[in-house]
Structures are given as structure tokens and as C-alpha cells.
């Protein structure tokens, strides 16, 4: 029994879950949360539900945690700071992290043998279990997410200002 | 312990940690930040319980995805919701947003 990469996980995703409820700044809160996603993410490569979490990566971190941030930015509760040298290093090094895990993970994918080797769950299969099983489902939420998209912007919406 | 229990203990500790956010916290923000983290610790226990329970790997990820979106549409509202009580009101604190008690 493995438990060292899922210890190192929850560990790694508790910190994240914290700092981003804890945090000083509700922008390093946002980033923590992010952070967090990516964790969980994580935990579902490394539980074989691959496409879980390439769907969690581009809904939560790629949508969600981004829109927050828009969010934080708009409240304008975030710490207004001098640029320093050591965050913008910090910064720097963490963006080169990620672009090297991203180009790692790419040719990694690529390096791989043929797909058709394993051609018992792949994405069109996945696609074509959920319209099969689930396909009032996938229509009750698509219906759910347009209403909520048209409700987010129509509450978001500057009022104009009726002038006397 | 099995491994299936580990995952369990790590759903329940992100459970409490976004249980604690949505009661100790008051700014409207970071309570939204709690329930996210409440709904990722659901969609971690059917992962888990897709991969060493009964429910089948395409069923769970069907299921999660579902949570995903729903969780998205949730998101996105009471970030709309956020922004409109800022604008009316200036402060995101939701002990101060006690009209409706009137």
C-alpha cells in the first residue's frame, strides 16, 4: 500500500485550502484556492480519472479561480503593493516551474504509446456514456448554466442612473 | 487502513476546513472560497469511491462532472451577487447585510 503520494497531497491541498481562507490578502487567497484546485486535480490523475481532471483543471482553475480573481480585483480588496524584487523573482520562478511542467507533461503525452492501446475509456466513450445515461441530465444543466451565465450578468449589470 | 480511507480522511479534513471558512468567516469572498472547497471534497470522496468502491469509473466521472458544472453556474452567480452588494452597499461583509430581517 502507497500512501505517500496522497499523504504528500492532502497535506499540499490542506495548506492551500487554509491559506486561501486565511490569508492576509484575499488576492493571495485567490491564488491559494487556485492552488488548492490544482491539488485536487491532482489527486485525480494519480486516482486514474484522468479526464476528471483535465476537467477540473480547465473549469476551476482555468475558469473559476480566474473569474474570482476578477472578482477580488473588482472589490478592490486586494493589497495594493510596491513591486519588490524578491516577489517578482518568486513570481518569475514560479511561472518557469510551471511552464516546465507543462512542457514535460506535453511531451510526455506525446511520447506515449498509441492510444488505441488502451481503447477501453477514452474520451469519445466517456461522451457517449454520459449522452446515453445522463443526456436529460447534460441538457438540464446546460439549461442551468445559460440561466446562470444570463444571471450573473444581469445582476452584474451597471444600473443606469436615472437623471431628474 | 485501507487506501480508500485515506481519501476519505483527506475528503473530510478539506469538509472541515470549508465547514470552518463558511462559520468563522464574514467576508462574502472567502465564504465563497469555503464552499467551493466543500463541493471539491465531495468530488473527491466519488473519485475515491470510484476507484476502490463499487461505482463504475465512467459513472463517477459523469457524476463529478456534473458537480463541476453545477458548481460553476454557483460560482458565478454569487460572484455576480458579490459584486452587486458591493456596489450597493461598498463592504462585502455579511454581517452587515441584514435587511432582509426587517
Same mark, same amino acid.
Given at each position: 500500500?502507497?500512501?505517500?503520494? /496522497?499523504?504528500?497531497?492532502?497535506?499540499?491541498?490542506?495548506?492551500?485550502?487554509?491559506?486561501? #481562507?486565511?490569508?492576509?490578502?484575499?488576492?493571495? !487567497?485567490?491564488?491559494?484556492?487556485?492552488?488548492?484546485?490544482? !491539488?485536487?486535480?491532482?489527486?485525480?490523475?494519480?486516482? *486514474?480519472?484522468?479526464?476528471?481532471?483535465?476537467?477540473?483543471?480547465?473549469?476551476?482553475?482555468?475558469?473559476?479561480?480566474?473569474?474570482?480573481?476578477?472578482?477580488?480585483?473588482?472589490?478592490?480588496? !486586494?493589497?495594493?503593493?510596491?513591486?519588490?524584487?524578491? #516577489?517578482?523573482?518568486?513570481?518569475?520562478?514560479? *511561472? @518557469?516551474?510551471?511552464?516546465?511542467?507543462?512542457?514535460? !507533461?506535453?511531451?510526455?503525452?506525446?511520447?506515449? /504509446?498509441? /492510444?488505441?492501446?488502451? /481503447?477501453?475509456?477514452?474520451?469519445?466513450?466517456?461522451?457517449?456514456?454520459?449522452?446515453?445515461? +445522463?443526456?436529460?441530465?447534460?441538457?438540464? #444543466?446546460?439549461?442551468?448554466?445559460?440561466?446562470?451565465? +444570463?444571471?450573473?450578468?444581469? #445582476? @452584474?449589470?451597471?444600473?443606469?442612473?436615472?437623471?431628474? | 487502513? $485501507?487506501?480508500?480511507?485515506?481519501?476519505?480522511?483527506?475528503?473530510? &479534513? =478539506?469538509?472541515?476546513? %470549508?465547514?470552518? %471558512?463558511?462559520?468563522?468567516?464574514?467576508?462574502?469572498?472567502?465564504?465563497?472560497?469555503?464552499?467551493?472547497?466543500? &463541493?471539491?471534497?465531495? $468530488?473527491?470522496?466519488?473519485?475515491? =469511491?470510484?476507484?476502490?468502491?463499487?461505482?463504475?469509473?465512467?459513472?463517477?466521472?459523469?457524476?463529478?462532472? =456534473?458537480? &463541476? %458544472?453545477?458548481?460553476?453556474?454557483?460560482?458565478?452567480? %454569487?460572484?455576480?451577487?458579490?459584486?452587486?452588494?458591493?456596489?450597493?452597499?461598498?463592504?462585502?461583509?455579511?454581517?452587515?447585510?441584514?435587511?432582509?430581517?426587517?
Amino acid at each position: 500500500m502507497d500512501f505517500i503520494v /496522497p499523504i504528500i497531497l492532502i497535506i499540499f491541498s490542506s495548506i492551500a485550502a487554509i491559506l486561501s #481562507l486565511e490569508s492576509r490578502s484575499l488576492v493571495y !487567497g485567490a491564488v491559494s484556492l487556485a492552488i488548492f484546485f490544482l !491539488g485536487l486535480s491532482l489527486f485525480f490523475f494519480y486516482l *486514474g480519472l484522468t479526464y476528471l481532471a483535465i476537467f477540473q483543471v480547465a473549469v476551476y482553475v482555468g475558469a473559476i479561480a480566474v473569474l474570482i480573481m476578477f472578482t477580488v480585483m473588482v472589490v478592490g480588496e !486586494g493589497q495594493r503593493r510596491k513591486r519588490s524584487v524578491p #516577489l517578482l523573482a518568486m513570481g518569475l520562478l514560479g *511561472g @518557469a516551474i510551471i511552464l516546465a511542467s507543462f512542457i514535460m !507533461g506535453i511531451s510526455y503525452f506525446f511520447s506515449l /504509446p498509441n /492510444p488505441s492501446m488502451q /481503447p477501453s475509456f477514452t474520451l469519445v466513450s466517456l461522451a457517449r456514456y454520459v449522452m446515453d445515461n +445522463y443526456g436529460l441530465i447534460l441538457f438540464i #444543466l446546460a439549461l442551468l448554466l445559460t440561466s446562470a451565465a +444570463y444571471g450573473a450578468v444581469a #445582476l @452584474a449589470r451597471r444600473e443606469v442612473e436615472e437623471t431628474a | 487502513m $485501507n487506501e480508500l480511507s485515506v481519501y476519505i480522511i483527506a475528503s473530510v &479534513i =478539506f469538509l472541515a476546513i %470549508g465547514v470552518y %471558512g463558511i462559520i468563522a468567516k464574514r467576508n462574502a469572498i472567502r465564504i465563497l472560497f469555503a464552499i467551493e472547497i466543500v &463541493i471539491n471534497a465531495a $468530488n473527491l470522496n466519488i473519485a475515491a =469511491f470510484a476507484r476502490y468502491g463499487s461505482l463504475a469509473l465512467s459513472q463517477a466521472q459523469a457524476i463529478a462532472i =456534473f458537480v &463541476i %458544472g453545477i458548481a460553476a453556474a454557483e460560482a458565478a452567480v %454569487g460572484l455576480a451577487i458579490i459584486i452587486q452588494a458591493f456596489r450597493l452597499r461598498g463592504k462585502i461583509n455579511v454581517d452587515e447585510m441584514n435587511e432582509m430581517k426587517e
